[in-house]
């Protein structure tokens, strides 16, 4: 009985002896097989080490525009639709080479109503500088600040850092300026009618082509109004074939007047002004004329 049980126990021991070898070698198996795994895995991974472009400078000029500077028509209207220009420029670099800058952008944004007015390309001047004038179109009474992004892209699609600008489109009209007046202080009646000439200087801070009109009003010595009031001056080198204008567009404003032998003797009063395309009126000269 007793050497039954100790062979009995021998074959046990052996058992589990085996078992232990197996799950060795299994577990082995196991972690050959997951590195193996692993080790393609690893040879499919793509490790990108690129960088982004760097926007190094950039500006927009001008960052402001008066948009009582652009005209249209024949007058201002708050309905009137504007084209607004301005230049773009940055200076980008890449550390991966110039090469790899694929693009460089530049939007026009109207922050109120968070909508883009335009978005260019850039033109390329040189490996680092990119250049454009955006142009969009708004209505002169649509003014306030809007807002200009540049930014780069690379060959791998990253973004560079991004610049902003405030574009200040704003309405400041100034009315015109006259100056210079040239007119006599005495005309003396003759038996033919009397011609005298008067001229006036012009001017318009908004640009000289902002001046609608310069004219005067003219009043009798019993100061009452002259029934043709106002008088148009022109700047045309006498195309009109009445102003006697030595030479067209430079500002200077000319009109002959006519004196008949039969005009009321006595002191008249002259006013001469201008206006502008908004309606604006410049100051005002008064002259006086004694007939005799």
């Given at each position: ?91 980008v670099y890449d550390k991966d080479g110039q090469g790899d800058i ?161 005009t009321q003797k006595g002191t008249y009063r002259f006013e001469f ?20």
């Amino acid at each position: 009985m007793g050497s039954y049980r100790h062979i009995h126990f021998i074959n046990f021991t052996c058992a589990n002896k085996d078992k232990v070898k197996m799950r060795k070698i299994l577990a082995f198996l196991i972690i050959m097989l997951f590195y193996s795994c692993e080790r393609e895995n690893l040879n499919v991974i793509d490790i990108n080490f690129a960088n982004p472009p760097i926007i190094k400078f950039a500006k927009i000029e001008p960052n402001e525009i008066n948009l009582d500077t652009i005209l249209v028509g024949a007058e201002k209207n708050p309905e009137d639709t504007l084209k607004i220009k301005f230049k773009a420029t940055a200076i980008v670099y890449d550390k991966d080479g110039q090469g790899d800058i694929d693009e460089t952008f530049c939007y026009a944004i109207n922050p109120l109503r968070g909508i883009t007015l335009v978005q260019i390309k850039l033109n390329k001047i040189n490996d680092s500088t990119f250049y454009g004038e955006p142009e969009f179109k708004i209505k002169r009474k649509e003014s306030g600040i809007y807002q200009v992004r540049i930014f780069s892209i690379d060959k791998n699609n990253f973004t560079s850092n991004e610049f902003y600008f405030n574009l200040n489109l704003y309405r400041g009209n100034r009315p015109p300026i006259i100056s210079d007046l040239n007119a006599p202080d005495t005309v003396i009646l003759q038996t033919q009618t009397v011609l005298i000439k008067i001229t006036v200087k012009a001017t318009d801070l908004d640009g000289d082509n902002d001046i609608k009109a310069v004219y005067f009003s003219s009043f009798k010595p019993d100061g009452s109004p002259s029934s043709g009031n106002p008088f148009q001056m022109y700047d045309d080198g006498n195309a009109s074939g009445i102003s006697g204008d030595e030479r067209a567009g430079d500002g200077i404003y000319s009109i002959i007047i006519q004196l008949p032998p039969n005009t009321q003797k006595g002191t008249y009063r002259f006013e001469f002004q201008a206006i502008d395309k908004a309606g604006a009126v410049s100051n005002t000269i008064t002259h006086f004329l004694s007939v005799i």
